[in-house]
């Protein structure tokens, strides 16, 4: 029956990074749409979400079962517990690229955010994939360097997303009340996906480490 559970918890692993796998191509081709109006590639991101929904329940399902079966003690326990937390982090994950791809989506055939914005949003478009690769990194490998390279990561973006705030509440912003929201929302999006990011990397380095210190409750 051990052999078992830990085959289970295995399973639970590896659909975790099956879901972040999904979640860092889901941003990539999510920014690429908003910075190019591409709304081809916005409408693959806005269907292929309920696929990471779907396995997301899935993995829940399992967890719950596990609990009901085998009733973990100790680090296993935390083990399941942490997995259905993580599993709803990166559902979150994929509904903020879906959000940016809907911006792209509406505001097609035109850019979202004005010019002055763009290289802002270019770069946050970048450290939100790259935090969404080194989360699926993390989730295969427990490597915890990688959770403080995703801080690290999320406190650009937490800088980017105030400089947008003071750009369009600035006497010099020219841009149109739509303009205003699009970039204010766009920049929420951003900076919530990582966020989230963090929030699963402080769980993985609990577990890797029995560290309470920096982890959310």
Excluded: C
Aim: a negative charge; charged letters at 30%.
């Amino acid at each position: 029956m051990r052999e078992v559970f830990q085959l289970e918890l295995q399973e639970v692993q590896e659909r975790l990074v099956e879901i972040s796998t999904l979640v860092a191509a889901s941003i990539e081709n999510a920014t690429k749409a908003f910075h190019e109006s591409n709304v081809g590639l916005a409408e693959q991101v806005i269907a292929e979400d309920d696929k990471i929904d779907k396995l997301a329940i899935s993995l829940d399902e399992l967890a719950i079962d596990i609990l009901a079966r085998q009733q973990p003690v100790a680090r296993d326990l935390r083990i399941v517990v942490s997995a259905l937390r993580i599993s709803a982090s990166l559902e979150r994950m994929g509904d903020m690229s879906e959000h940016i791809a809907q911006l792209a989506r509406y505001r097609f055939p035109e850019k979202v955010v004005p010019k002055s914005l763009r290289p802002t949003f270019t770069e946050l478009g970048e450290l939100d994939v790259a935090i969404a690769r080194k989360l699926t990194q993390l989730l295969t490998t427990e490597d915890v360097s990688l959770a403080e390279e995703i801080r690290n990561d999320d406190d650009r973006i937490d800088e980017l997303h105030l400089s947008v705030f003071d750009k369009v509440l600035g006497e010099t912003w020219k841009g149109a009340p739509a303009d205003t929201v699009d970039a204010t929302l766009a920049s929420r999006y951003h900076e919530r996906f990582a966020d989230h990011a963090v929030s699963i990397a402080k769980k993985v380095q609990y577990l890797a480490t029995g560290d309470w210190v920096g982890v959310e409750a």
